[in-house]
């Protein structure tokens, strides 16, 4: 009998142009090395491992989260850290925090439950696992940053087999058709 075959996917609510392109910079600017693999992003579901076989129901979940909740407006205003406990530099979300934290409940569930070392916080990674001096100025430097979009989907990733990008694997559109 084979072992299963699994693929590594995330959940994530994505930035737009051009809040996309500036994070993804000021990331970079930090020295983070995940700037050029990792897009900008609120997440919903952290890196986890699923069996190949189980995507289809992952899929047909990820559908049924999304057809339960509405569209809504996401402000993302300053920084924030993780520090002491983890070398982290954010953005923080301003608002639409309830709405992140209602759907991320909903994603990691059923088939995708799991259990979290964290509290969720919704936010936007622009440093992670950099020296200090770099964190620190990744954290001043977003002291006027500020950004207001509509969200109205989110979008399941994959990483590829070496593990050293992520790409789109389906985009989940809330539309709000049943109630949750």
Known sequence: MSEPDYRTIGVAIGLPEPFHHE????????????????????????????????????????CRVSAAHLPFELHLAGPGTFRPVSPVVFVQVSAGISQCELIEADVRSGPLFRETNFPYHPHVTVAQNVPTAQLDAAYDGLSGF??????????????????????????????GSREG
Not at 37 to 60: D, G, I, N, S, Y
């Open 23 to 62: 994070l993804r910079e000021r990331r970079a600017a930090a020295g983070d090395p995940q700037a050029a693999v990792v897009p900008p992003h609120v997440t919903l579901l952290p890196p986890t491992e699923v069996e190949v076989a189980a995507l289809f129901e992952v899929e047909e979940h990820l």
């Open 146 to 175: 500020e950004a207001r979009f509509g969200v109205s989907g989110f979008t399941m990733f994959e990483q590829d087999g070496g593990g050293n990008t992520w790409r789109r694997r389906r985009e989940f559109p809330l539309d």
